[in-house]
């Protein structure tokens, strides 16, 4: 079995073992977001507050600038002259008080960050963890929506019964994240002797179940690539990589996976990768792959609307890794959400009873920690990460961003080295935690245990059916 990367065990560790853990740091943005809310305050009527305070407390500077704001955004020496909006949480508790003088409203630079499908607040999100590394909490709770198209329209199992003895994100118990990819046959032959008949299972273990794929074309830069593999490194995860690109850079490690065309020349810098990846089903290129790094695992990626009954074929010819590639918003080309494109490509291998022996990686629509988790119990054994890691890095939108030949992003001119493997280790630490949480809370200590569990989960379509089926009005929608 091979770990990707290998990682030197802590010396003060008997065994060497060590929990998996990935150092956070501080990573401001170098365009900062703007303002989630405006605060439009009436300077004149502030300025008869303000002098009538002045009087009536007698010349106590403290009270009389003491507006009523527990989050420092009217706190400014001026006494709210000055507003700080980036404090600000829209509580509404000033406008409340003071509807007369101050009023707060949603900054329109802020709500046309992201597009259609990666909206402001998941633009928000990604870029709040990857500066941080934290968790991005609400003490006001939950304000989105409770259904919808997409991945908002499953929701998890997350028992309170059992979460008081799952607390794996303090590490007082632990929780694995880590996955296998590769050949994993259902039973093993052995010699007389009691040897092995045949070569063992090669697998990589990364240590979560996510990969880093690849950006749009337009970004696809020896600059980038260096810096999506560096942090993939950390990770201890995969990138994939152009094999052109792996070239021009010379980018090598076992935490890069090629990605190859026909016609690509089929040589790597540095040792032999320990996965590569086929853009397209071609019997020549499989032959030529195999035949060149004959202990690679090979890996297909496929468009999502590949049909299954193609997907069994491929896997009777020795295909033991596929990857299905939605667009940036989740859809197949015929149209399906990738939800119930893993769901079908899932139950496709279980009913040929060979589930357990590949593994199947999806791309496309994540956006969100939640939707990897949600994808897992779907059927994927792995997600890969594709746009949140480019708005990590400061990407803007410009226009909606569905296919990778689209130039909808636009990246910082010069992005620092360090910086940009510190912000997608901050976003790698923070949708890790996530994902101990929803393990914590269903009560599972395996990640791997999560795949395909559809029982953990509720589908909106499923309960308004169960509630509304055979109600005039519904069917008819339907």
């Not at 170098?30 to 300077?43: A, E, G, T």
């Not at 060149?292 to 049909?307: G, H, K, Q």
């Not at 792995?382 to 890095?393: C, N, R």
């Not at 901050?426 to 795949?451: I, K, P």
Request: glycine share 10%; proline share 8%.
């Amino acid at each position: 079995m091979l770990t990707v990367p290998t990682r030197p065990a802590a010396p003060e560790e008997p065994g060497g073992y060590h929990r998996y853990h990935l150092n956070t740091q501080p990573a401001p943005p170098i365009v900062p977001l703007p303002d989630r809310f405006l605060v439009k305050v009436k300077r004149p009527i502030l300025a008869w507050h303000i002098i009538a305070d002045f009087v009536e407390f007698k010349g106590n500077w403290n009270v009389t600038s003491d507006r009523p704001c527990v989050y420092g955004v009217l706190d400014s020496p001026l006494g709210g002259m000055m507003a700080r909006p980036h404090l600000c949480v829209a509580c509404l508790r000033c406008t409340m008080q003071n509807p007369e003088l101050i009023q707060i409203h949603h900054n329109p630079d802020h709500q046309h960050l992201g597009d259609s499908y990666f909206t402001s607040e998941y633009f928000a999100h990604v870029a709040y963890q990857a500066e941080t590394g934290r968790i991005p909490v609400k003490g006001a709770g939950y304000r989105g929506k409770f259904g919808g198209e997409g991945w908002d329209g499953m929701w998890t199992d997350m028992s309170e019964i059992v979460r008081p003895t799952r607390d794996g994100i303090h590490g007082r118990e632990f929780i694995s994240t880590a996955i296998d990819i590769g050949a994993k046959p259902g039973y093993l032959r052995f010699n007389g002797d009691g040897t092995v008949a045949a070569k063992p299972p090669r697998v990589i273990t990364t240590q979560v179940p996510f990969l880093f794929d690849l950006p749009p074309i337009a970004h696809r830069t020896p600059e980038l690539m260096q810096i999506l593999g560096a942090a993939a490194a950390a990770a201890q995860t995969l990138a994939i990589v152009p094999l052109p690109v792996m070239q021009a850079a010379g980018l090598s490690g076992a935490h890069l996976a090629p990605l190859v065309k026909p016609g690509d020349r089929l040589d790597v810098p540095g040792a032999a990768p320990h996965m590569v990846e086929l853009d397209g089903w071609d019997p020549a290129l499989y032959d030529a792959v195999t035949a060149r790094f004959p202990e690679a695992l090979v890996a297909l990626r496929l468009p999502a609307d590949t049909a299954g009954a193609a997907l069994l074929d491929y896997a009777k010819q020795g295909v033991r890794v596929f990857h299905i590639a939605g667009d940036y918003h989740g859809r197949a080309s015929d149209g399906r959400f990738m939800r119930e494109v893993i769901r079908a490509v899932h139950g496709a291998f279980v009913d040929a009873r060979l589930r357990d022996e590949i593994t199947l990686l999806g791309s496309g629509g994540i956006a969100a920690a939640e939707h990897v988790a949600k994808a897992i119990i779907c059927g994927l054994d792995a997600a890969a990460l594709d746009i949140p890691l480019l708005v990590a890095l400061d990407a803007r939108f410009r226009g909606e961003c569905i296919a990778p030949g689209a130039g909808a992003l636009v990246m910082p001119p010069d992005i620092p080295h360090d910086w940009g493997v510190q912000r997608l280790i901050n976003l790698t630490a923070s949708w890790h935690d996530q994902l101990l949480e929803v393990l914590g809370a269903m009560g599972l200590r395996d990640v791997r245990r999560l795949r395909g569990e559809l029982g953990r989960a509720m589908f909106q379509e499923d309960l308004e059916r169960e509630a509304f089926g055979g109600i005039a009005g519904y069917d008819d929608q339907r």
